[in-house]
């Protein structure tokens, strides 16, 4: 009888090695098909929880931390795919070009990729060009008002959701709105509190509006159609942000006064 058991647990320990691996090779084909991991990310001199930034040896931010630590994880290399904004990101998710992105998230955009957990959530609101006598919604609401979001994001769809009178136009980059609203070509620029007023200490003159039209969300994702994948990343982002792991990366990226908010209160 002895013996038999055995054989039988012998049995059982062979099937479970041999699930492993196959489980492994599965999640490493869905997530990783060219044998890198591809991350998506968006680059600004903006910073923040979601944009990275161009450097002299390649690329920092807080998704090119995640998504180095994500590949080591899995055991292969990470290859970073640069865009110019989410909505760029959202427009590709389709097309097998990234494996795994960390960005803003609405309904729209559920509609063509998987989220994971939330890790930051960002108030919203709008920097006003210098000289400016706009001083809240208010007075910002008005016929001819020109405001200015990064194009196909979900800040400029709150932004057009908010705004009943002033016009919304969406740009392509950060750096072009920046350089419109320093020359006062526009009146406003939409985004998340925090980059406005990093912008802010580099055009003197422009003032942050106390008021918030939206709060946003981030979060990691997969394109649809992935399980394997969205539960792997959807534990990697949970651990991340119980280990430590989250922290390091905001610490690394000029984040150490900001803390981690994974829900809209």
């Given at each position: 009888?002895?013996?038999?058991?055995?054989?039988?647990?012998g049995?059982?320990?062979g099937?479970?090695?041999?699930a492993?691996p196959?489980?492994?090779d599965?999640?490493?084909d869905?997530?990783a098909?060219?044998?890198?991991?591809?991350?998506?990310?968006?680059?600004?001199?903006?910073?923040?929880?979601?944009?990275s930034?161009?450097?002299?040896?390649g690329?920092?931010g807080v998704?090119?931390?995640?998504?180095?630590e994500?590949a080591?994880?899995?055991?292969v290399?990470v290859e970073?795919?640069?865009?110019?904004?989410s909505?760029?990101?959202?427009?590709a998710a389709?097309?097998?070009t990234?494996?795994v992105t960390f960005l803003?998230k609405?309904?729209?955009?559920?509609?063509k990729?998987?989220?994971?957990?939330?890790?930051?959530?960002a108030?919203?609101?709008?920097?006003?060009?210098?000289g400016?006598t706009?001083?809240?919604?208010?007075?910002?609401?008005q016929?001819g008002v020109?405001v200015a979001?990064?194009?196909?994001?979900?800040?400029?769809?709150?932004?057009?959701a908010?705004l009943?009178?002033a016009?919304?136009a969406?740009y392509?980059?950060?750096?072009e709105?920046?350089n419109?609203?320093?020359?006062?070509?526009?009146d406003?620029?939409a985004?998340?509190?925090d980059q406005?007023?990093a912008?802010?200490?580099?055009?003197?003159?422009?003032?942050?509006?106390d008021?918030?039209?939206k709060?946003?969300?981030?979060?990691v994702a997969?394109?649809?159609?992935?399980p394997?994948a969205?539960a792997?990343?959807?534990?990697f982002?949970?651990e991340?942000t119980?280990n430590?792991?989250l922290r390091?990366a905001?610490?690394?990226?000029?984040l150490?006064d900001s803390?981690i908010?994974?829900?809209?209160k």
């Amino acid at each position: 009888m002895s013996a038999q058991l055995s054989r039988l647990a012998g049995l059982v320990l062979g099937v479970m090695m041999m699930a492993v691996p196959a489980h492994a090779d599965a999640l490493k084909d869905e997530i990783a098909p060219t044998g890198k991991l591809r991350v998506a990310i968006a680059i600004s001199p903006a910073g923040g929880a979601f944009w990275s930034t161009k450097t002299e040896s390649g690329y920092a931010g807080v998704p090119v931390d995640l998504g180095r630590e994500m590949a080591a994880q899995l055991g292969v290399p990470v290859e970073y795919v640069v865009h110019q904004n989410s909505g760029q990101i959202t427009d590709a998710a389709a097309k097998n070009t990234w494996d795994v992105t960390f960005l803003p998230k609405d309904p729209e955009r559920e509609t063509k990729m998987t989220f994971g957990p939330i890790y930051e959530v960002a108030d919203a609101t709008y920097i006003v060009k210098p000289g400016s006598t706009i001083t809240n919604f208010a007075t910002l609401d008005q016929d001819g008002v020109k405001v200015a979001a990064v194009n196909n994001t979900t800040t400029m769809r709150g932004a057009i959701a908010h705004l009943k009178h002033a016009k919304v136009a969406g740009y392509q980059t950060y750096d072009e709105i920046f350089n419109l609203l320093k020359n006062g070509e526009i009146d406003a620029f939409a985004l998340s509190r925090d980059q406005l007023h990093a912008m802010a200490k580099k055009i003197p003159g422009t003032k942050v509006l106390d008021e918030t039209f939206k709060q946003t969300v981030t979060a990691v994702a997969v394109p649809l159609n992935h399980p394997l994948a969205a539960a792997f990343t959807a534990k990697f982002m949970t651990e991340a942000t119980s280990n430590g792991t989250l922290r390091k990366a905001y610490d690394n990226n000029g984040l150490k006064d900001s803390p981690i908010r994974t829900g809209v209160k």
